[in-house]
């Protein structure tokens, strides 16, 4: 029963390290990607961006530094807010502050579904305005979305 022991244990192990994905080498792209993971692309984020959400449904659209955020309720006198642009390793956030009231647009370059309509946007984006924090897409207005 004792040689079992050693056995029992060793195989637990040996899958446990099957799942665990492999490390690339030094030279191949996937390895390279990792090490310049840290210093962001500016070509990947366009400097226009149409962002939205639903429920509740809203809008940003980006001009460089310039935000319009539109609602429903909003659409004759959209709010016209002027951000800070910062990319980073995470991606590119926008964030100011309008009347004291702070916000910020996080875009990531993720695929997203906006879950009512059947397009596959580019980016995923996060909008902050005040205390409130809402999900949604976005997409280049040079390149609109396609369907799935």
Same mark, same amino acid.
């Given at each position: ?7 029992? &244990?060793?195989?637990?192990? =040996? &899958?446990?390290? =099957? /799942?665990?994905?492999?490390? %690339? +080498?030094?030279?191949? %792209?996937? #390895? +390279? ?7 962001? +692309?500016?070509?990947?984020? *366009? ?8 429920? *509740? ?8 530094? $310039?935000?319009?955020?539109?609602? %429903?309720?909003?659409? !004759? =006198? ?9 990319? !980073? =390793?995470?991606?590119? #956030?926008?964030?100011?502050? !309008? ?5 910020? &647009? !996080?875009?990531?370059?993720?695929? /997203?579904?906006?879950?009512?309509? +059947?397009? $596959? ?7 902050? &305005? ?6 949604? /897409?976005?997409?280049?207005? $040079?390149? *609109?979305?396609?369907?799935?």
């Amino acid at each position: 029963m004792p040689v079992f022991r050693p056995l029992l &244990l060793a195989l637990p192990m =040996a &899958l446990l390290s =099957a /799942c665990s994905p492999a490390v %690339p +080498d030094a030279g191949t %792209p996937a #390895h +390279d990607a990792a090490a310049t993971r840290g210093e962001p +692309d500016a070509a990947a984020f *366009p400097a226009r961006l149409q962002a939205a959400g639903v429920e *509740p449904f809203w809008s940003v659209k980006v001009e460089g530094e $310039a935000l319009t955020y539109t609602t %429903p309720e909003t659409m !004759d =006198a959209p709010r016209r807010l002027q951000a800070t642009r910062r990319l !980073d =390793a995470d991606g590119l #956030h926008l964030a100011g502050e !309008d009347g004291g009231v702070p916000f910020r &647009l !996080d875009v990531r370059r993720a695929p /997203c579904s906006d879950g009512m309509s +059947d397009m $596959a946007y580019p980016f995923s984006v996060s909008w902050r &305005l005040g205390g409130k924090t809402q999900q949604g /897409c976005a997409f280049d207005p $040079a390149s *609109p979305p396609a369907p799935r």
